[in-house]
């Protein structure tokens, strides 16, 4: 069972775990687990964001500077991933490129 937040806690925390995501987006362990945590942190306050009436004006705008933070960050992890799937074909045809010569030198 969880504790019901006010809207703004959600959002203030929400913020302060994106940005703890956002820190480690180097370290794919460290932000592996920062992500999960925000999701499983975000299962369990989606009816508090959910339950925005248009009273919520405010809380409505910094839900949806929430969500483009998401996407920046998913962004950059996938870019990111790119760079280290380019990173080790490049290692490989270094390597292939140099191992044919390294074979051919006996003691």
């Not at 703004?8 to 775990?17: C, D, N, S």
């Not at 920046?72 to 790119?82: F, G």
């Amino acid at each position: 069972m969880t504790s019901q937040l006010p809207l703004t806690e959600v959002i203030a925390t929400a913020k302060q775990k994106l940005c703890s995501a956002s820190s480690c987006l180097n370290d794919s362990t460290a932000f592996f687990a920062a992500v999960a945590e925000f999701d499983q942190w975000m299962s369990a306050h989606k009816d508090t964001i959910t339950a925005l009436t248009s009273e919520h004006e405010t809380a409505r705008y910094e839900i949806e500077q929430l969500i483009h933070q998401l996407t920046r960050l998913e962004l950059q992890a996938h870019y990111n991933i790119s760079l280290v799937a380019d990173m080790q074909s490049y290692i490989d045809g270094q390597l292939e490129r140099v191992t044919p010569l390294q074979s051919s030198y006996h003691r």
